[in-house]
């Protein structure tokens, strides 16, 4: 049976653009405003002070891992308090040495390896949405290790290096995600797949899109009555689950559509529609334009 989390990441086509060193000493902080693409950092010595708008601020250590799908706006700083430096990731320019924070002499009191990269997937707002806000790991050596890795290649320019860049992202990706454990994980896809019954719809839904599924038979199958089943997957994944299959639909149709020559009866008859016709009434709606124009200009 299909893994709902492994899909989720490979729809979402993920490519690294960059990696950087981050050091700071002394009395230093810096304020990044709202940046939308995910990024990642592993702190490799010392600590500092993350606080993430909308979230509750964290103290980095050595080993600690984080993770942000959207990263919003967040200041990274020291202990003392000190006006934060403010920084526009969309117009900094990308710096070729470590960024050094603070005073500029002598040992740092924290080194961490960070970077971001791009979702290619036209729905990448939407699957993100079901993905926590804010991932905060510790002691999870395979994470740093593989941030090095992603770190390593990114600065060399050795043949291959674009698809292995983009491998190791998806590892990285699924490796943090699934490290959330059970109630700290946010409502979304998450915390879903930490409750056995939900699992058990999630993955059939993910499995057989194109069943013509209902709220009564994923409740018989998660071994639930049907009012239990709907308020236990609403509440967890953060939406009903007829709108969970809508929006799964759309996503994989998306993905469809965006392949050379796609047939519309083919992708209707994969998505769980009876029909062409049916399939473009149902696309429309969800998406705003018809699945032909979306092809054409996604081609474009």
């Known amino acids: 049976m299909i893994d709902p989390l492994s899909q989720l990441i490979q729809l979402l086509h993920p490519r690294t653009v960059f990696t950087k060193g981050i050091s700071g000493a002394g009395r230093w902080a810096v304020r990044y405003s709202d940046f939308g693409q995910p990024s990642f950092c592993t702190v490799i010595e010392g600590s500092c002070r993350l606080a993430v708008d909308g979230e509750t601020s964290v103290t980095l250590q050595a080993g600690d891992f984080v993770l942000l799908p959207t990263t919003p706006g967040f200041t990274l700083s020291g202990f003392d308090p000190v006006q934060p430096t403010f920084i526009d990731p969309r117009v900094a320019p990308a ?67 674009d698809l292995v860049l983009s491998r190791l992202v998806e590892v990285l990706l699924v490796e943090a995600l699934r490290s959330v454990q059970g109630e700290s994980a946010a409502p979304g896809l998450l915390r879903g797949l930490r409750d ?65 020559d796609a047939d519309l009866a083919v992708i209707a008859e994969r998505i769980g529609y009876g029909s062409a016709s049916t399939f473009s009434t149902a696309f429309s709606r969800h998406v705003g334009q018809p699945p032909g124009r979306y092809a054409r200009a996604a081609a474009g």
């Open 95 to 161: 710096p070729t040495d470590e960024i050094r924070h603070g005073r500029q002499d002598g040992t740092p009191d924290v080194r961490l390896l960070g970077g971001y990269f791009v979702l290619d997937s036209p729905d990448a707002g939407l699957l993100v949405s079901l993905l926590p806000a804010l991932v905060h790991l510790r002691g999870i050596d395979r994470l740093s290790t593989l941030v090095h890795m992603v770190g390593d290649e990114a600065r060399d320019a050795r043949p291959g290096r």
């Open 196 to 260: 056995a019954r939900l699992a058990i719809a999630l993955r059939l839904i993910h499995d057989k899109p194109a069943h013509p599924w209902t709220v009564a038979e994923l409740a018989s199958e998660a071994a639930l009555s049907r009012s239990v089943f709907f308020d236990r997957f609403t509440h967890a994944v953060g939406v009903p689950p007829m709108e969970y299959l809508l929006v799964w639909r759309m996503a994989l149709a998306k993905n469809l559509l965006r392949q050379p």
